[in-house]
């Protein structure tokens, strides 16, 4: 069975950082392209950030994350991290990590439950 | 970025109702397009993918259809479980852009 499991949400200040992390089981994690996708409270879904499955083919950000997040990954560990820098409030979301069903364009076929990440002082 | 449109944003239906929610996208994206299912609290699901072909396990009562900049996606026959919000995405181009979102309602 695939699962995902988020962690390291949490409350942090404005211009603080937070470190996301997202354990997968069940499937063969080096095969896949991974994704960060956030949800602010009662808005819709933002995708965030995608990385290959060796990490050296691509890495994308979406402008609103460009130089303050890093994705990365360790299929050794079989882990997804978000590395987040400089937060703001509107940075304010459940933060899902999702995977990519298939080599090329593909949608997510697979979500993990989320972790809270809230920015306020 | 390719933006995606979805209409209605709220929809208010009955169990036994077909409803179809429509996706517009800025630019073509030819048939690279998913519907997620998301109930309060919970994360997506995933529907449908490539505009047409259902996920396994998905009922059949879903269906979409459509390419290039037009989508659709039905339900032909409303169940109490289908109450939820509805959403597009495209994967043609980075970055993969949602729709905002059809809320699904019981009338």
Known sequence: EVQLVESGGGLVKPGGSLRLSCAASGFTFSSYSMNWVRQAPGKGLEWVSSISSTSSSYIYYADSVKGRFTISRDNAKNSLYLQMNSLRAEDTAVYYCARQSRLGPSPFDYWG????????S | ????????????????????????????????????????????????????????GVPSRFSGSGSGTEFTLTISSLQPDDFATYYCQQYNTYPYTFGQGTKLEIK
């Open chain 1, 113 to 120: 439950q989320g972790t809270l990440v809230t920015v306020s």
């Open chain 2, 1 to 56: 970025d390719i933006q995606m449109t979805q209409s209605p944003s709220t929809l208010s239906a009955s169990v036994g109702d077909r409803v179809t929610v429509t996706c517009r996208a800025s630019q073509s994206i030819s048939s690279w397009l998913a519907w997620y299912q998301q109930k309060p609290g919970k994360a997506p699901k995933f529907l449908i993918y490539d505009a047409s072909n259902l996920e396994s």
